[in-house]
DNA sequence: CAGGATCCTAAAAGATACTG
DNA sequence: CAGTATCTTTTAGGATCCTG
């Protein structure tokens, strides 16, 4: 079990498919961009919503999320801390794209093994 | 320089998303879909598109695309050997997920850094 | 020409334990 | 609660040499 994403580095830095490429990478990246589409959320009911997701992914998926600017974090005062994981405006902009992994999945699918 | 992919596992083999990472996972297989969409090509066709890949990596993205049917495989008769990979009708419903990962690619480099 | 076979390295991911 | 720190394992990718 597991999640599988788009891991790897670009021939060139500026080509937009490698742009989106990198937004999506990472195991569990679509399932925690899902999870923030539809709303803020915590760094635990991100865990929640993927028990096999470990703490150390998620992290470093939410880390490299917000150094793209894809997702911003706010930290609530007090003790204990409490943080609210949000899509941003461009953040927001990944959202036809997970809508087309879908509807391609669902095409594979229905097609026949191969021609 | 390399070319980034989805590379990971799926949580859950049956979802669409996953079926549709799993077709453009791996380094350097948009670029090789790319190729494939403007017709078909032979393996040496596809290594000088991508001066970078070596031989391995792309035997492993071909030997993947033929798995999950999308990509085809014939070879001439006679001496030496010439082959012929296309992709199959199975592998051009990726096309409008490419034009997807394109068009956020390019709706992301034209967002300011965040918010 | 089109790969296969090896070996090696570099990341990514996972498990576990601990802290502000 | 929200992470950090380590360590170990896994896997992808790259380099080189060889073959039908």
Chains 1, 2 share one sequence.
Not at 10 to 38: F, H, K, N, Q
Not at 58 to 72: I, K
Not at 94 to 104: D, G, K, N
Request: glycine share 8%; net charge positive.
């Amino acid at each position: 079990m597991g999640h599988q994403t788009v891991t790897w580095d670009r021939p060139t830095a500026d080509c937009p498919v490698e742009v989106a490429l990198a937004a999506i990478s990472g195991r569990w990246a679509t399932l925690v961009l899902r999870d923030l589409m539809r709303g803020p959320r915590s760094f635990s009911q991100l865990r929640a919503g993927q028990p096999s997701l470990s703490a150390k992914v998620l992290t470093e998926r939410l880390e490299s999320l917000v150094a793209q600017g894809l997702v911003s974090c706010s930290r609530s005062p007090g003790f204990p801390v409490r943080t609210s994981y949000s899509l941003t405006s461009k953040g927001l902009l990944l959202r036809p794209l997970l809508e087309q992994l879908y509807r391609t999945g669902e095409a594979l699918l229905g097609e026949f093994p191969d021609h």
